[in-house]
């Protein structure tokens, strides 16, 4: 079942009442929820709350809270994502699968053998955001991963302590011996790099 991201302000004495007007047409108009369904919310400290739709009025509704708790689903370690941006549809699919793995962050990247115009990047970076918080909902995590602005290898590796390099070039190397010879922090952040789809 998703989960809707909601502010702590919505919540008062075990009621969630939304009048948020996107939200709204979502789950009322979109999916046609009605009296006596089950919904599931979560805050941004990750509370999750399971709801029953109590009341609807024609510019909110209100949800009396059945049971809450700290979600715990979320990525163990901090994994960073910067891919080389793919044609419209594949690169949907890439945000929505990074997202449902748990990365915190989905960087463009913008490499010599780029599917896509450095243009068209920068003024799609807002859509894809949206695009991930949609995969939010659906995989119930309790946070949001952030898409980045454009940048360049070059750029991206200067910030990130561990980077693991996704190339076919190197045959001696594959990633499960990567990840037995090499420790992974969980309190650094890792940045995992893939190219083109033509490769490096």
Request: hydrophobic share 35%; proline share 4%.
């Amino acid at each position: 079942m998703p989960h809707f991201p909601i502010k702590k302000e919505n919540v008062n004495n075990e009621i969630i009442k939304i009048s948020d007007k996107e939200l709204y047409k979502h789950i009322i108009k979109v999916l046609r929820k009605r009296t006596g369904e089950k919904l599931l919310f979560i805050d941004e400290d990750e509370i999750q709350y399971v709801t029953v739709l109590q009341d609807i009025e024609n510019d909110f509704f209100v949800c009396k809270i059945t049971d809450k708790y700290k979600s715990e689903r979320n990525l163990p370690i901090k994994l960073y994502i910067a891919q080389s941006v793919l044609n419209s549809d594949a690169q949907t699919s890439a945000i929505q699968k990074a997202t449902e793995l748990g990365v915190k962050g989905i960087i463009p990247l913008y490499t010599d053998n780029c599917a896509v115009k450095e243009s068209v990047i920068k003024n799609k970076i807002e859509k894809w955001q949206k695009i991930a918080l949609e995969s939010v909902k659906q995989c119930e995590r309790a946070d949001s991963p952030k898409v980045f602005d454009m940048a360049t290898i070059k750029e991206v590796v200067q910030n990130y302590p561990q980077v693991i390099v996704f190339a076919e070039r190197d045959t001696n190397t594959n990633f499960f011996q990567y990840i037995k010879e090499n420790k992974i922090d969980k309190d650094k952040e890792i940045l995992v790099i893939i190219g083109p789809e033509g490769g490096f």
